[in-house]
């Protein structure tokens, strides 16, 4: 196998949909049932977002080492 130059975005923007999309529900759960429309969606994405910048910054630093 190749090495893989992004490896730790690629876990960043799965394990955050995997997290913001639990979040979304509990989220949803608490609040009230009729808004978990919106509320799961919202979750994964702010979460990718997250994995997606954690994820660009552990590459860019492996990079320069």
Known sequence: MKKDANKYLTIGISLGLCFGAGIGIIISIIIDRASSLFSIPLGAGVGML????????????????
């Open 50 to 65: 997250i994995g997606i910048v954690i994820g660009s910054i552990l590459d860019s630093n492996n990079k320069n080492n």
